[in-house]
């Protein structure tokens, strides 16, 4: 098991390291007049979706001074893997305020991997599966190539943030 999670990783930094992220566009089926961006996605690709103006909204809007929290070291080999689905609540919340503290940090984004998932928690190649996600968002922190924990939607205590600094730590 432990084998095939590094294959998994080692994958994910791969694709990371391409400039076009493979992902596709699909209609909610909830909400026809919507989008899920499913695969590979990034920030800007968030960004440039017509579906996704809450993205701004809550990246202007979200203030990472009054939940800092800091990196214990800075320069380690530490990526976050997120699973999130651009239709949903939750991820679309939680996003904009990692994304906004990863640019106060001075975070780089090229250490995020985001995965966008359908309603079925399902992604282009089964890497939802392959992690074991059931609920989104999901921010898996990897370091050295090793899950060093994760947070699943608010977390355990409804505070996000708390729980993401203590595994950095």
Request: hydrophobic share 40%.
């Amino acid at each position: 098991m432990r084998f095939s999670l590094l294959i998994v990783v080692l994958l994910i930094m791969q694709l990371s390291s391409f400039s076009q992220i493979t992902y596709l566009t699909l209609q909610d089926p909830k909400h026809p007049e919507n989008e899920m961006l499913v695969g590979g996605i990034t920030r800007q690709v968030i960004e440039n979706n017509s579906s996704c103006k809450w993205f701004l909204t809550g990246f202007k809007s979200y203030d990472p001074g009054t939940h800092a929290f800091k990196l214990s070291d800075p320069d380690a080999d530490i990526h976050l893997v997120i699973f999130a689905g651009t239709w949903c609540e939750d991820s679309q919340v939680i996003l904009p305020g990692l994304y906004k503290w990863a640019s106060a940090e001075g975070f780089p984004e090229n250490r995020i991997s985001l995965f966008g998932v359908d309603r079925d928690k399902k992604t282009v190649g089964d890497l939802a599966g392959a992690f074991g996600i059931t609920n989104v968002p999901t921010i898996i922190v990897m370091k050295g190539g090793k899950e060093q924990g994760r947070v699943v939607e608010y977390g355990k205590t409804g505070r996000w943030e708390e729980e993401l600094s203590a595994i950095f730590r």
